[in-house]
């Protein structure tokens, strides 16, 4: 394969996606020769622009909506579909042919992720659905046709190319996304954690100066709330021989909470007032009104002397001044609203409020049923207190009932919000001082909206050599379900043992041991087996057998599933395997069998159609 | 109806040949010269007096725009309204969906810049040779430059435009599509 010109890096973001890249051939130390590719996308019917957020929404247009020539791009081969800002603006009118937040669906483990589920309210014989795999595969699509117009001579297919994907992403998700950019042609491609995206974006931005900003012994705790999800990350400032280095010690839980839900949050207040004043709105109408809301938002938010902020809900017809209605924001509900909802003051022992899981009698995403970021970190921080007891050089946790992070960087564009980021600042060193801990600072600078893009085609730069590198691994350590052997009860489930099939921190390219235990797999059969992660047990190793566990610190995720091929075996044969944890290099988990009498390897699925759909 | 193209060897003759009939017949020059100016359509000997000339300017690209300040601004609904049969707080609220939309999409499409930097109402002087498509004189204009006045409008300059692409058979005239409901 032929030299890279460029390491791109791409944010394929639940809201927006958006691409960096770096020119390696005129980038040299320090000095890198870093852009944003101005994505070209539909605005409107027959209208083309060039912006550098592609908002991650894929309309599924009726054949007589829109004359076919009007949804042209500057480059040929569409299918019809309509990606991006159009998208997005024509959705929010005909929102059952709207495709939105395909990532976090992509993440969802009571769904089969390859089959056509979204829009989930669509009416199936009408709309021809798309998987979330393949809404991830189109944006992947679109930005790749987009770098190929712009750089002809430079296909995308041939750069260094990076993916960001949550840290809080399962293996079976950061496999999907994989398996989405190799389709879309990507063959030298990585996946990084995005909260270690904006962590390179923000050393790449100080210039060299961030080793005079951070010192051993810190604990950086990065608070990522994008549009849709709350991402979590911690990462200790260690030493080796003598230089800087930094270590991602554990990553939160999967949080679907974000700026859109206050935004929702916010329009559902003003429209109950609007409510107590007898005025009842529409579907358009609340479109609209939360599209006012934002913007009243924002302009309550970044100017502390407002009071209050008028919002109108345009009419929909073409008589304006009449059919409008006017409302406004005040700087009251925006601070109960969102400061309290989202951001309060509560102890370090506070943990989300949870509700029973309803049965999955009705599909939709697993949204956080607790509003408030605080909690999340509380539980987070709470959860990894013990993080840090492998690493030389930090305070043993001692009676503290929560990690003490000694920096914080912010990412996402609600903490465009000095009001929030200070907020959540004060809650933080609120929980340090009660625990006579020293207040963590803010690590400034950070670029809220492109960070992880940035910070992606950074990391494709420091890859090659070219500077620090953060180190971690996985950040789970993984086990199968074994039944244990007992007699059969009726009426009771045999009691299950967790087998350690990969520890904690293994980095890309390594391979596991074997464990000793054997599987039997019948040929020609699928053979499911439950699957767990751990995110605290550091210390298991592989072929540890956990008897029993409690339920925050193993998490049980998607079965996996494995064939054996009939090839040279009679179907219904009996096989026994091992089972092999490796992660690869573009730092996805692979899961293999591997017959006890043979060199054969057989790949373990780890997306799998849940049992929950027929 | 038209002829072929000229075949390579012809044109490269007629190149040398009006190479010379250029360089001696100032004439000739002039035509060329509005030619390649984009003249093109000018008849090739059409003969009269010298005429300013005029173009008319491109409609595609007010549609568009109109469009744009429609869709984002609800321009367009709002300059067609009565606003006397409506109250100041009416015509207000109505106002600010159209200040907050234009306003969006002038940031968008257009970079403007002031022409004049000076606060308004300060003196500023014109020296010899200013552009007076750029400074307007306006009140006392006699004499001679250096020109010294009173700057009542800072002017503005728009620097950049970034209208989008536009499909080559997209209606333009539709600035904005009649919508129902179903």
């Known amino acids: 394969m032929s030299e890279a010109r460029y390491a791109v890096g791409i944010d394929l973001g639940t809201t927006h996606c958006a691409l960096s890249y770096v020119d390696l051939r005129t980038s040299d130390r320090d000095d890198v020769a870093q852009d944003m590719m101005q994505v070209p996308q539909l605005t409107s019917a027959g209208s083309v622009e060039e912006l550098a957020l592609l908002p991650s929404f894929l309309y599924l247009p009726h054949p007589d909506e829109f004359p076919a020539g009007d949804l042209a791009l500057p480059w040929s081969g569409g299918d019809g579909l309509i990606l991006g800002e159009m998208a997005r603006t024509v959705g929010a009118r005909t929102p059952i042919r709207l495709v939105s937040s395909a990532k976090s669906w992509l993440c969802h483990p009571g769904v089969d992720r390859r089959s056509a589920i979204l829009p989930p309210g669509a009416p199936e014989e009408q709309v021809a659905r798309l998987s979330p795999y393949d809404a991830s595969v189109r944006y992947l699509g679109h930005l790749r046709d987009a770098w190929n117009h712009a750089h002809p001579y430079d296909n995308l297919a041939a750069q260094e190319v990076t993916v960001t994907v949550p840290a809080s992403f399962d293996p079976a998700a950061r496999e999907l996304t994989a398996k989405a950019a190799q389709t879309v042609g990507f063959e030298r491609l990585v996946l990084l954690e995005e909260p270690q995206a904006a962590l390179y974006s923000w050393i790449h931005d100080s210039g060299g100066r961030w080793r005079k900003q951070v010192r051993v012994g810190d604990i950086i705790l990065v608070i990522d709330v994008g549009g849709g999800t709350t991402d979590l990350s911690l990462i200790a400032v260690t030493e080796h021989e003598g230089a800087l280095e930094l270590t991602r010690i554990a990553v939160g839980d999967h949080i679907l909470l974000g700026g859109d839900n206050m935004d929702l949050t916010l329009a559902h207040v003003v429209n109950g007032k609007l409510t107590a004043e007898g005025k009842s709105l529409d579907h358009w109408q609340i479109q609209a009104l939360t599209h006012g809301c934002r913007h009243a938002k924002e302009a309550l938010l970044a100017d502390p002397t407002l009071e209050a902020v008028p919002v109108v809900v345009p009419s929909r017809g073409t008589h304006l001044i009449g059919g409008s209605i006017r409302t406004e924001l005040t700087r009251e509900e925006v601070t109960h609203t969102l400061v309290e909802g989202?951001?309060?003051e509560v102890p370090v022992s506070a943990r989300p409020a949870t509700r029973s899981r309803a049965a999955l009698t009705k599909l939709g995403l697993p949204y956080a049923h607790d509003p408030a970021v605080s909690r999340h970190l509380a539980a987070?921080?709470?959860?990894?207190?013990?993080?840090?007891?492998?690493?030389?050089?930090?305070?043993?946790?001692?009676?503290?009932?929560?990690?003490?992070?000694?920096?914080?960087?912010?990412?996402?564009?609600?903490?465009?919000?000095?009001?929030?980021?200070?907020?959540?600042?004060?809650?933080?060193?609120?929980?340090?001082?009660?625990?006579?801990?020293?207040?963590?600072?803010?690590?400034?600078?950070?670029?809220?909206?492109?960070?992880?893009?940035?910070?992606?085609?950074?990391?494709?730069?420091?890859?090659?050599?070219?500077?620090?590198?953060?180190?971690?691994?996985?950040?789970?350590?993984?086990?199968?379900?074994?039944?244990?052997?007992?007699?059969?009860?009726?009426?009771?489930?045999?009691?299950?043992?967790?087998?350690?099939l990969a520890p904690f921190g293994m980095e890309e390219g390594t391979q596991a041991d074997i464990p000793p235990q054997e599987f039997g797999l019948v040929v020609g059969e699928p053979v499911r087996f439950r699957f767990f992660g751990s995110s605290v047990r550091r210390e298991d190793q592989v072929g540890l057998l956990l008897e029993n566990w409690s339920a925050e610190e193993i998490d049980e995720l998607e079965e996996i599933q494995a064939t054996l091929p009939a090839e040279n075996r009679a179907p219904g044969e009996v096989v026994p395997v091992h089972l092999r944890a490796s992660v690869t290099e573009v730092g996805t988990l692979l899961l293999e069998a591997m017959p006890l009498n043979g060199t054969e390897h057989w790949k373990v699925e780890l997306n799998v159609r849940s049992s929950s759909d027929s | 109806m038209s002829e072929p193209p000229p075949s390579v060897l012809s044109r490269l003759l007629l190149a040398l040949t009006t190479f010379w009939r250029i360089l001696v017949d100032t004439r000739l020059a002039a035509k060329i010269a509005e030619l390649r100016g984009g003249g093109m359509t000018a008849p090739p000997d059409a003969e009269g007096p010298e005429s300013p000339r005029l173009k008319r300017a491109e409609p595609n690209a007010g549609l568009q725009l109109l469009g744009l300040l429609q869709q984002n601004g609800r321009f367009i609904d709002f300059l067609q309204e009565d606003v006397g049969a409506y109250s100041d707080a009416e015509v207000g609220a109505a106002a600010r969906v159209v200040h907050e939309g234009?306003?969006?999409?002038?940031?968008?499409?257009?970079?403007?810049?002031?022409?004049?930097?000076?606060?308004?109402?300060?003196?500023?002087?014109?020296?010899?040779?200013?552009?007076?498509s750029a400074v307007r004189l306006t009140g006392n204009v006699v004499g001679?430059?250096?020109?010294?006045?009173?700057?009542?409008?800072?002017?503005?300059?728009?620097?950049?435009?970034?209208?989008?692409?536009?499909?080559?058979?997209?209606?333009?005239?539709?600035?904005?599509?009649?919508?129902?409901?179903?």
């Open chain 1, 380 to 500: 987070f921080l709470g959860m990894q207190v013990g993080a840090t007891e492998d690493l030389l050089g930090f305070e043993p946790k001692g009676k503290s009932t929560f990690l003490h992070p000694t920096a914080v960087l912010f990412n996402g564009g609600v903490f465009k919000a000095n009001l929030l980021a200070e907020r959540m600042m004060r809650v933080v060193n609120a929980w340090l001082t009660s625990d006579d801990a020293p207040s963590a600072r803010l690590l400034e600078g950070a670029d809220l909206d492109l960070a992880v893009a940035r910070g992606a085609s950074y990391y494709g730069y420091v890859r090659r050599g070219g500077g620090v590198r953060i180190r971690g691994g996985t950040a789970r350590s993984y086990y199968v379900g074994v039944e244990s052997a007992m007699p059969a009860v009726p009426g009771l489930e045999p009691p299950i043992q967790a087998l350690c």
């Open chain 2, 144 to 182: 001679h430059p250096p020109f010294t006045g009173n700057l009542a409008h800072r002017g503005w300059r728009v620097t950049e435009i970034r209208l989008p692409q536009v499909a080559s058979d997209h209606d333009l005239a539709i600035v904005a599509p009649a919508e129902v409901e179903l």
């Open chain 1, 342 to 344: 989202f951001f309060p």
């Open chain 2, 102 to 132: 234009c306003n969006k999409t002038l940031k968008q499409h257009f970079a403007i810049e002031a022409v004049r930097a000076e606060p308004e109402g300060t003196r500023v002087t014109l020296q010899e040779g200013f552009d007076s």
